[in-house]
């Protein structure tokens, strides 16, 4: 089976702080992706990658960066962490690029708390 | 552009009942259409997809979706609702594009199943 593996459940940080969320995934999939998940407001796509170095915004990237130095890594920065960041975050792997009917593995997600 | 509709945020259903979870899309090319779950606490699981082929598609756990080209829709169905269904659950859409995808997901609807 596919594992998407967050690095954090559960995280809390303080305004104005550097925050990394961190994403692996164990299947050689190409495709990553970080999503923010607020109630009513389903799923937002926040950046995407389908190669190593390679990203590409998505509906909401302000205020978010992203690294993918290995294929299997995909990290999330927050530069400079703000109240209205408090969400959960999904984290989504798929396989191979151009491959529209590849279903996206998930993991079980990070809720980051700013205070 | 693609979209995904999900009528009805919460729809609520008494355990042994019909659950019928509605899903529209708009596409501009034939799309791959998915539906996922996400118990509480938990990232989201594929519970089927339709990829081209039969239109009617068997997933997970007793549940089925129908494509229908002319009304655009992929409801979501389950002949008898259980305990363990009540989660939220997420229509989504994707196709190629310019050499890769980008899913777009519903805003999700909250099962509820009362005893």
């Known amino acids: 089976d596919v594992k998407v593996t967050q690095s954090s459940r559960y995280l809390v940080k303080r305004t104005g702080e550097k925050v990394f969320l961190e994403c692996v995934q164990d299947?050689?999939?190409?495709?990553m992706f970080w999503y923010r998940q607020d109630p009513g407001l389903g799923l937002r796509l926040i950046y995407f990658?389908?190669?190593?170095?390679?990203?590409e915004k998505g509906d909401i990237p302000e205020g978010y960066s992203v690294s993918r130095e290995k294929k299997e890594r995909f990290s999330l920065i927050l530069e400079s962490a703000s109240t209205n960041q408090t969400s959960m975050y999904l984290c989504?792997?798929?396989?191979?690029?151009?491959?529209?009917?590849?279903?996206?593995?998930f993991g079980d997600g990070t809720r980051l708390s700013i205070l | 552009a693609q979209s995904v509709t999900q009528l009805g945020s919460h729809v609520s259903v008494s355990e042994g009942a019909l659950v019928l979870l509605r899903c529209n899309y708009s596409?501009?090319?034939?799309?791959?259409l998915f539906w996922y779950v996400q118990y509480p606490n938990q990232g989201l699981q594929l519970l089927l997809k339709?990829?081209?082929?039969?239109?009617l598609v068997k997933g997970i756990n007793g549940f089925e979706a129908e494509f229908k080209k002319s009304e655009t829709s992929f409801h979501l169905t389950k002949p008898s609702a259980h305990m363990s269904d009540a989660a939220e659950y997420f229509c989504a859409v994707s196709h190629a594009s310019g050499g890769s995808y980008i899913p777009t997901f519903g805003r999700g609807t909250s099962l509820i199943v009362h005893p």
């Open positions: 596409s501009s090319v034939p799309p791959y």
């Open positions: 339709y990829t081209t082929g039969a239109t």
């Open positions: 989504a792997s798929s396989f191979f690029r151009g491959q529209s009917n590849q279903p996206q593995h």
């Open positions: 990658s389908y190669d190593v170095k390679m990203k």
């Open positions: 299947m050689d999939h190409e495709n």
